[in-house]
């Protein structure tokens, strides 16, 4: 198994409030990226990371930002939570050729949170 | 519009049955197409990865196949167990490499009964 830790793997907050998930990679590779998963809908790309401190917007990018100052580690917050943003996180990584990104997407366990 | 469309949405089978999971997609312009085994509470593992010059391709009791002039893809499951009870993801990337591209459909739930 790919070495990604995503922590907390379950939350619980209120609207209104900020939330950061974590996603802590051990394998080196350079792209990361942040999914939600929602019920009758594909995975969807909130944000990526192509290196440290490079980061581009995903297709559900709205009120979500992130962070990555080291390889290792990739930042997701929710500024103020709404319960619109109740849904499984997941954290997933790839090599990558030149800039390109090939071969095999690895996920996380997932993150659940709850916006009350 | 890119879209990864599933069917069916959900299916229940015997154990040591075998099934078929399709996956139609409107994506272009094409790259590969994955599928992806997500047991529930945990996060999706590839099963396979098909350019297009590739029929198909088989992992262990899956084989995947995929129709590049129709754009259909099927995943089917041979002799199934219990432990094949889970989702299965349909992935199309629309982009050479870019997996800020990748589309992936809702999924099929699969339940494998003894």
């Known amino acids: 198994d790919a070495g990604i830790t995503q922590s907390p793997r379950h939350k619980v907050t209120e609207t209104g409030t900020p939330v950061t998930l974590r996603c802590h990679q051990t394998?080196?590779?350079?792209?990361m990226y942040w999914y939600r998963q929602d019920p009758g809908h594909g995975l969807r790309l909130i944000h990526y990371s192509y290196g440290v401190k490079d980061t581009d917007k995903g297709e559900v990018s709205d009120g979500y930002s992130v962070s990555r100052s080291k390889t290792e580690d990739f930042l997701l917050t929710l500024e103020s939570a709404t319960s619109s943003q109740t849904s499984v996180y997941f954290c997933?990584?790839?090599?990558?050729?030149?800039?390109?990104?090939?071969?095999?997407?690895?996920f996380g366990e997932g993150s659940r949170l709850t916006v009350l | 519009k890119n879209q990864v469309e599933q069917s069916p949405q959900s299916l229940i089978i015997l154990e040591g049955k075998n099934c078929t999971l399709q996956c139609n997609y409107t994506v272009s312009p094409f790259s590969n197409l994955r599928w992806y085994k997500q047991d529930t509470g945990r996060g999706p593992v590839s099963l396979t990865i098909?350019?297009?010059?590739?029929n198909t391709k088989s992992n262990g009791r899956y084989t995947a196949t995929l129709d590049a002039d129709t754009k259909q893809s099927s995943l089917h499951i041979t002799a199934s167990q219990l432990s094949d009870s889970a989702s299965y993801i349909c992935v199309v990337s629309a982009d050479p490499g870019g997996y800020n591209k990748l589309i992936f459909g809702a999924g099929t739930r699969l339940a494998v009964h003894p």
């Open positions: 997933a990584i790839s090599e990558s050729s030149g800039l390109r990104v090939t071969g095999e997407l690895f």
């Open positions: 098909m350019t297009f010059s590739e």
């Open positions: 394998e080196n590779h350079r792209y």
